[in-house]
């Protein structure tokens, strides 16, 4: 026997089969999304990302977490938007004002991804219930004005919200 058989057979005896790990991933990504109370948006957002495969709890939280903070940037450029091609001034005053705070959330966002990776858990809840604070504030004040938007920021609004309860849910777990 060659060198190179004995350690081609020692590495398959001590890799573990990716499969495995793969499977028990997705039931920990599984769970903690039906924890959520929104498993179908929780799921899409996780299972879209690279480090899905490896992620742990705090890494799920941490992955939702990084799809709430994308939202906010997408939601913040579709609200500037939204303001700068206003007719009505007072349109235009709340458009402005939703892009103020989801432009907020995603820095608050950021600011949570940072306590989670440092163990901070109680900041990062507070970040996440800060950024879903300002889409309640946002869907309110544009409630009157829903004629002029169109449905698609309406369902990214949706997910937004979607998104912060089901990283709140797992934050607060942690």
């Known amino acids: 026997m060659t060198l190179f058989t004995i350690f081609s057979i020692l590495h398959l005896l001590l890799t573990p089969p990716v499969p495995l790990l793969v499977r028990a991933n997705d039931k920990l990504i599984r769970t903690e999304c039906h924890n ?60 402005k ?34 950024a879903l604070e300002y889409e309640l504030r946002c869907h309110s004040k544009i409630e009157s004005y829903r004629a002029g938007i169109s449905e698609y920021i309406v369902h990214e609004m949706k997910i937004y919200e979607q998104l912060s309860e089901a990283a709140n849910r797992i934050v607060e777990r942690l």
Do not use: H
């Open 97 to 130: 004002e939703c892009c103020q705070g989801y432009s907020s959330a995603e820095k608050g966002l950021s600011s949570a991804t940072s306590c989670l990776k440092n163990g901070k858990y109680d900041d990062a809840e507070r970040f996440v219930n800060e």
């Open 36 to 95: 959520a109370e929104v498993p179908t948006t929780c799921m899409q957002c996780v299972e879209s990302d690279r480090r899905a495969a490896a992620a742990n709890r705090v890494g799920i939280a941490t992955i939702l977490v990084t799809c709430l903070e994308n939202q906010a940037k997408t939601l913040a450029a579709n609200m500037s938007e939204l303001a700068s091609s206003s007719k009505d001034p007072a349109m235009k005053i709340v458009f």
